[in-house]
């Protein structure tokens, strides 16, 4: 068993950066695929970007593509989301989530812990 918790949401302004991190303890993290997803007010939850167990492959919502960047590191059992240029609309709770069974997946269903999530609101 694994617990994510994130780290890192906040307040920024529109064109700014952040970085999420989400440290997962319990079971020996390399062996599971991690994947981050968000969820505005009113919206449903969406894929964001998910890495592979030794940092192989990585994949990303089409539309965030340039601008935000998976990464993790499992000597510190974590998982990483770099956020450049953000915009007003990226603004949501963001969720990290572990995957036991998936090299690499988009699908919330495959991801079996989910952390408790981080707000990032992008002011114009």
């Known amino acids: 068993q694994v617990q994510p918790v994130e780290s890192g949401g906040g307040l920024v302004q529109a064109g700014a950066s952040l970085r999420l991190s989400c440290a997962a303890s319990?079971?020996?993290?390399?062996?599971?695929?991690a994947g981050w997803f968000r969820q505005a007010p009113g919206k449903e939850r969406e894929f964001v970007a998910a890495?592979?167990?030794?940092?192989?492959?990585?994949q990303y919502a089409d539309s965030l593509k340039g601008r935000f960047t998976i990464s993790r590191d499992n000597a510190k059992n974590t998982v990483y989301l770099q956020m450049d240029s953000l915009k007003v609309e990226d603004t949501a709770v963001y969720y990290c989530?572990?995957?036991?069974?998936?090299?690499?997946?988009?699908?919330?269903?495959?991801?079996?812990?989910w952390g408790q999530g981080t707000q990032v609101t992008v002011s114009s």
């Open positions: 319990g079971d020996t993290f390399s062996l599971y695929s």
């Open positions: 989530a572990v995957a036991q069974r998936v090299t690499l997946s988009t699908n919330a269903a495959n991801y079996r812990y």
């Open positions: 890495i592979s167990r030794s940092s192989v492959a990585t």
